[in-house]
Every structure is written in structure tokens, then in C-alpha cells.
């Protein structure tokens, strides 16, 4: 167990429909992550935060948002759903960001499956 | 831009025999590796980094790799395999300049035989 925490596990939704991802990190970890695994693409990363703020944006489309909260819980946003958008989404959690001299490894939770019919 | 390559999708080998999953990096400065494993309905799991010093890492369940600059890989090696060791296995990389997260393989399909 990773401690990363993700809900919901799957969820089946309808073409331009929206839902909400949640994940909790590790406990004092202040980073979350968030990645995307489909079968073309592999993982892709979406976007990063750090104590509430973004740190950086990858391969994150526009109807897609995220945020972190102050007790550091974070949504992902996926609006007007397409088929494409049926994939493994994936959160993260580090204690610090990955950037400059951080070293560390990431903690990933078990992932949300949403299938978009 | 960093990316990495894993030029094979899937990876057989027969229990007991030595097992290579292979990764190549891009980075413009020196990376940072990392190797994480995904079992079936699992989140990755991290098995080994490499960062400076000893070009041959050690990690979790006997894994180790091997940085080799010149040739800009990081290939995970095992020198027995196990059933148990039938997974997806990522490689990762990111550069050590600026706030970069991981960049991630399209990962490799290791089926060990019995």
C-alpha cells in the first residue's frame, strides 16, 4: 500500500458528460501528481502541484482542471467527456516537488478507470 | 524535451533465465532514472533509481540497472526471473535542471515462463 488514496476506482460515464476524480497523498506529502495511462499513448503526465499552488502543466487539455486543497487532497476535472478520454488516471504524491535537486520517487495510487461510453 | 524509449513492448523469458528490459533516455543535461513496476489492477511501484556515483544501481526483488552514458540508456537487468516478476515495467526520466516532472516509457510487458 502506497498510501496514496484515489476514488473513485471505476467509473462509467457518457460522452459529454463531467467528472471528478479525488486523491488523497501520502500522509505529509505536499506534491500531487497527476498522470493519464491509455494503451497508444503510455503515461502521460497532466499537471503537478505543490502545497496548493500548480507547478506544472503537461499533456493536459483544456476541458481537463485540477486543483489541491489546503488540507492538500486533490481533484482532477474532466469535462465534456469524448470516447478518447477513457483511460487509467493515475495520482502521485512526493514530499517536495520534482524539480531542481529532488531525488526522491513518486508514490502512486491505484488509479481510477473511467470508461466514457 | 526529455522522453525516454523502451523499444520492446513485450519481453519473454523462461524462469531462471537472466531477464533485460531495455530503456533508452533524452535529456539535454544529466537525468535522473527511475524504474517502476505495475502489476495487474496496481499503481506503479518504484524499484530503482539512479542518481550519481555507481553506474550499476541495486533495487527491490533482486533488480538492478545500469547507466551507461555514452550510450544514453538505463536497461533493468535481473539475473534470474521469476513468475512472479510478470509485470509492466517503466522506465522514467527526468532532468535535473528546473521543476521537470517525470517523463515516462510506454513501458514493457515482461512474461516469465515457468
Known amino acids: 500500500d502506497s498510501g496514496v488514496t484515489q476514488t473513485p476506482k471505476h467509473l462509467i460515464t457518457a460522452t459529454g458528460q463531467r467528472v471528478t476524480l479525488r486523491c488523497s497523498p501520502r500522509?505529509?506529502?505536499?506534491?500531487v501528481y497527476w498522470y493519464q495511462q491509455s494503451l497508444d499513448q503510455g503515461l502521460q503526465f497532466l499537471i503537478q502541484?505543490?502545497?496548493?499552488?500548480?507547478?506544472a502543466k503537461g499533456n493536459i487539455l483544456e476541458r481537463f482542471s485540477a486543483q489541491q486543497f489546503p488540507d492538500l487532497h486533490s481533484e482532477l476535472n474532466l469535462s465534456s467527456l469524448e470516447l478518447g478520454d477513457s483511460a487509467l488516471y493515475f495520482c502521485?504524491?512526493?514530499?517536495?516537488?520534482?524539480?531542481?535537486?529532488?531525488?526522491?520517487?513518486?508514490?502512486f495510487g491505484e488509479g481510477s478507470r473511467l470508461t466514457v461510453l | 524535451a526529455q522522453s525516454v524509449a523502451q523499444p520492446e513492448d513485450q519481453v519473454n523469458v523462461a524462469e531462471g533465465n537472466p531477464l533485460t528490459v531495455k530503456c533508452t533516455y533524452s535529456?539535454?543535461?544529466?537525468?535522473?532514472l527511475f524504474w517502476y513496476v505495475q502489476y495487474p489492477n496496481r499503481g506503479l511501484q518504484f524499484l530503482l533509481k539512479?542518481?550519481?556515483?555507481?553506474?550499476l544501481v541495486k533495487g527491490s526483488y533482486g533488480f538492478e540497472a545500469e547507466f551507461n552514458k555514452s550510450q544514453t540508456s538505463f536497461h533493468l537487468k535481473k539475473p534470474s526471473a521469476l513468475v512472479s516478476d510478470s509485470a509492466l515495467y517503466f522506465c522514467?526520466?527526468?532532468?535535473?535542471?528546473?521543476?521537470?516532472?517525470?517523463?515516462f516509457g510506454k513501458g514493457t510487458r515482461l512474461s516469465v515462463i515457468a
Open positions: 502521485a504524491s512526493s514530499v517536495v516537488p520534482a524539480g531542481g535537486s529532488f531525488t526522491g520517487e513518486l508514490f
Open positions: 500522509s505529509g506529502d505536499l506534491s
Open positions: 502541484y505543490y502545497n496548493g499552488e500548480e507547478r
Open positions: 535529456v539535454s543535461g544529466n537525468p535522473y
Open positions: 539512479y542518481i550519481t556515483g555507481d553506474n
Open positions: 522514467a526520466v527526468r532532468d535535473r535542471r528546473g521543476n521537470t516532472p517525470l517523463v
